[in-house]
């Protein structure tokens, strides 16, 4: 017989079980990342739970009201099948009716219940992964042109903002006074890169260049400083020559994300100047 399942605001006591789904996933977010998609203004979160037990997460970042992005759908082993992850999806849906554009990266074993709900495909996103014993030769990347980012943050979020189209003011406010020492932009602030420490490797993301060779100065800015650790990022099918890079310097490919989207008509955005996203529970 199987135990009824609650379905509740998550609130920041229910962390310690959050982390735990993720962490038996495989996938990246610690402690603090959880509290920031719980605790920021207008974002949505939620858990299913059994006796108190947290089996199952679903979170929605608001993006003003632009633009939502639903992530961290996961569900305890025992208790998959039992359509947990529906009944958060449509719960979330239902709150989200406001909201101009719906978004998503999904796994494969998702996709299907995501189409079910009216979500369309829109582009593939492939994730990297840098072994901690793979050492980089960077040197030819000139990174005099580039500085850490300082309090003042308008600039980053106003380019982010017309590249990935809604503006993610708390996000980078968020990447940015956590990880400092991740964060770059150009003098000129024509691109940028900002990233963070997670559970299992070191995520960079979003970063935004002009070109391929503007991509490579900011990554390499970053990557020098993290040799001997290891490195995830989350890059745009499209950029082909850009993964071929990546690959040429000891990345590898280690799964896909579907990018799906309800009422994709009304948003903009210049995806060509995307190389990294934020992940996929950010966009």
């Known amino acids: 017989m199987s ?19 993720s962490r038996a996933a495989g996938w990246n977010q610690t402690e603090k990342d959880w509290l920031f998609l719980i605790n920021s203004p207008g974002h949505l979160s939620m858990v299913a739970e059994v006796h108190h037990d947290v ?23 025992d208790y998959r099948g039992q359509g947990i992850s ?4 449509a719960n979330v849906l239902d709150q989200l009716s406001h909201v101009k554009v719906i978004k998503l990266d999904a796994t494969p074993q998702g996709q299907l219940v995501y189409k079910g709900f009216g979500f369309l495909e829109t582009n593939s996103i492939i994730r990297m992964t840098k072994d901690a014993d793979r050492m980089y030769d960077l040197a030819s990347e000139d990174s005099s042109n580039i500085a850490g980012i300082d309090t ?23 990447l940015v006074g956590e990880s400092p020492n991740r964060c770059w932009s150009f003098s000129d602030h024509s691109g940028f890169i900002l990233g963070r420490a997670g559970d299992r490797y070191h995520h960079l993301g979003p970063m935004v260049a ?15 400083d993290l040799n001997g650790k290891s490195v995830v990022v989350d890059v745009p099918e499209d950029k082909s020559t850009w993964l071929i890079w990546l690959t040429s310097i000891g990345f590898s490919p280690q799964r896909n994300f579907v990018r799906m989207s309800k009422n994709e ?19």
Do not use: C, H
């Open 3 to 21: 135990m009824p399942v609650t379905l509740r605001k998550m609130v920041p006591g229910d962390v310690s079980g959050a982390i735990l789904l």
């Open 86 to 89: 529906k009944r958060l999806l």
């Open 152 to 174: 003042n943050m308008q600039p980053i979020v106003d380019l982010d903002y017309s590249v990935f189209g809604a503006r993610r003011t708390q996000l980078i406010e968020y």
């Open 55 to 77: 089996v199952g997460t679903i979170t929605a970042v608001l993006y003003e009201k632009e633009l939502a992005w639903i992530g961290m759908v996961l569900v305890a082993k």
């Open 210 to 224: 002009k070109d391929e060779a503007d991509a490579k100065i900011l990554i390499a800015k970053v990557l020098r």
């Open 265 to 283: 008509t009304v948003f903009n955005g210049l995806v060509d100047k995307q190389y990294l996203i934020a992940g996929p529970e950010f966009g």
